[in-house]
């Protein structure tokens, strides 16, 4: 069997073994196999896992770069439906649950006067634990604001 052959039989299969896990009887082509805890679809396949959604999009379209997701147009976790699914950034996500109104706080809680005063006092000694409660944030995003992590384009 020639090498292009074997790749044909191979997608052909992860084809097959995906579809028969999907169930398309309503405008929503819902997956039907193993679900994450956040209710998204979990595709496996020869001992490597990705999500549905993911993988509808592949089958359908093409390989894509690993910092895009694959959204849904209908806003339902378990949705394969290719014309239901569009790629977008990290940005793009957050800003669509936002509109859609499952953004569980404002996508930004702080300005960036804000985030200059937290480096500010952090670098002056003040515990991030206390300024997670003054800000009502999270130490972890406190953290992540004095390393740049986030609001990484303020100085």
């Not at 929503?28 to 994450?36: F, I, K, P, Y």
């Not at 020869?46 to 093409?62: K, Q």
């Not at 669509?96 to 300005?111: E, F, I, Q, V, Y």
């Not at 002056?124 to 995003?141: F, H, I, M, S, T």
Request: aromatic content about 10%; charged content about 25%.
């Amino acid at each position: 069997m020639k090498a292009c052959e074997y790749v044909l039989f191979e997608r052909r299969d992860f084809d097959l073994h995906f579809w028969s896990q999907v169930d398309k009887s309503g405008d929503c082509w819902l997956w039907t196999g193993l679900r994450n805890i956040f209710g998204y679809g979990r595709f496996t396949f020869d001992s490597s896992s990705m999500m549905a959604h993911r993988a509808s999009w592949v089958i359908n379209n093409a390989q894509m770069p690993l910092e895009l997701n694959v959204l849904h147009k209908c806003d339902v976790r378990l949705c394969v439906n290719p014309k239901h699914l569009w790629l977008g950034t990290n940005r793009d996500n957050a800003l669509d649950m936002s509109a859609k109104g499952r953004a569980p706080t404002p996508l930004a809680k702080l300005t960036e006067q804000q985030v200059r005063e937290i480096r500010a006092r952090r670098k002056n000694g003040e515990k991030g634990v206390d300024l997670a409660r003054e800000y009502g944030l999270c130490p972890r995003q406190i953290a992540r604001i004095n390393t740049g992590h986030y609001w990484r384009h303020v100085l």
